[in-house]
Structures are given as structure tokens and as C-alpha cells.
T-cell receptor, first 114, second 117 residues
């Protein structure tokens, strides 16, 4: 079975631009979460979506937004990019039928903002 | 608020030696605890998890972890390290499915493991 997939793998943008990152969950998983991992730190929670609704949000500015599609894939959008947005963006999927959800991570999208 | 502390930023062990990576958590209710491993430039791979029951849990690649509620710890162990275990290891605590709060994971800052041949 395919794991979580993310695209693109790498991306270079300049300050002020907008970026869209994409994620496809493991087949059968309806929950998608997004994390930001800055170099040298652990991942930080940005959003969780399941059943196409936002279920949780971390301490990130409104420049960050996301949505989930009917096929449970998801997009993360970041507007007005700052140098500090350079990071590895990780997507994780989980099975909402489980009482305690385990999150499985994709390979990430590495974003560099110049 | 939940938090995780991994006191050791870097650890170096010789191949074949035993390993213990420390993790301390702070959470007001029953925690859901995880260990993930990250190789350079890669995503996170789940090693093991603790939800309830037996406090000693077995994972992949020969790893195990022990949940100690009295010490708020969830240390990762391996009896004999292989060179391929060199990577960064992250401990995480999950809040479970909270109404309106999602099911976020809170990660520690990671421990970088180096294996000497």
C-alpha cells in the first residue's frame, strides 16, 4: 500500500510570494495533519482536518491556511512568504475510526524562501 | 498544555553497544506517546507507540520503550545498536481526539544519534 505522498519535494520561493503544498493520505485515512519543521527543531503542529473540516489549529498566523478535498487529500497554502517560513513541511494521515489515532508521515516538502 | 523534553541533543554510541534515549513529557491526562525516527532529508517513521496497557512496548527495528507514569518518562531503548540506526529520534505526546481541538502531536526537539564503527 502506498504511504502518505506529498508534492512537490522541494520548492524555492522569494519573499512575498504564495505557495501551495499538496498531500495525499494513506488509502482509507480521512484525517490529514500538517506540521512545520524548522532546521534543528521538532515538528510543530499547524492544522488538522478530517471529514473536510478544520479540527485543530496550531499557533500560526493567518497567512497559513489549508483545506481538505472530497477525496481526503489536502492543500496547505502560505501567503506573503517570509524568510522564516523556510522549513520542511510534513503531512501526516490517520484513521479517524481509531479511538487513539496514530499519525503516519509523508516525506515532506522542503521550502526555501529567499 | 502538553510538552516533551528530550534532554540529550546528541548521543554517540559504538556499534553493538546498548542505547537509551530519554524522553520526559508533561500532560494533564493519560498521554498517548510515540517515538519517531527521521533519517537525513526524510520524513518521520513511526518506531512505536503507547496508548494503554503494558508499559513496555515493542517497536520496529528492535526498539522498545517503557512508560513510567511516576517519572513522566517514555525512554527508548535498544540492546545492540547497528550503524544503520544513526538518525534523529523524536519523542511525541498526543492529546487524543479532543472536541474542537484536533489530535495534535507535540514533539520534543529530537536526539541526534551517531554510531561509531
Amino acid at each position: 500500500d502506498a504511504g502518505v505522498t506529498q508534492s512537490p519535494t522541494h520548492l524555492i520561493k522569494t519573499r512575498g510570494q504564495h505557495v501551495t503544498l499538496r498531500c495525499s493520505p494513506i488509502s482509507g485515512h480521512k484525517s490529514v495533519s500538517w506540521y512545520q519543521q524548522v532546521l534543528g527543531q521538532g515538528p510543530q503542529f499547524i492544522f488538522q482536518y478530517y471529514e473536510k473540516e478544520e479540527r485543530g489549529r496550531g499557533n500560526f498566523p493567518d497567512r497559513f491556511s489549508a483545506r481538505q478535498f472530497p477525496n481526503y487529500s489536502s492543500e496547505l497554502n502560505v501567503n506573503a512568504l517570509l524568510l522564516g517560513d523556510s522549513a520542511l513541511y510534513l503531512c501526516a494521515s490517520g484513521d479517524v475510526r481509531a479511538i487513539q489515532e496514530t499519525q503516519y508521515f509523508g516525506p515532506g516538502t522542503r521550502l526555501l524562501v529567499l | 498544555a502538553q510538552s516533551v523534553t528530550q534532554p540529550d541533543i546528541h548521543i554517540t554510541v559504538s556499534e553493538g553497544a546498548s542505547l537509551e534515549l530519554r524522553c520526559n513529557y508533561s500532560y494533564g491526562a493519560t498521554p498517548y506517546l510515540f517515538w519517531y525516527v527521521q533519517s537525513p532529508g526524510q520524513g518521520l517513521q513511526l518506531l512505536l507507540k503507547y496508548f494503554s496497557g503494558d508499559t513496555l512496548v515493542q517497536g520496529i527495528k528492535g526498539f522498545e520503550a517503557e512508560f513510567k507514569r511516576s517519572q513522566s518518562s517514555f525512554n527508548l531503548r535498544k540492546p545492540s545498536v547497528h550503524w544503520s540506526d544513526a538518525a534523529e529520534y523524536f519523542c511525541a505526546v498526543g492529546a487524543g481526539r479532543l472536541t474542537g481541538g484536533g489530535n495534535k502531536l507535540t514533539f520534543g526537539t529530537g536526539t541526534q544519534l551517531k554510531v561509531e564503527l
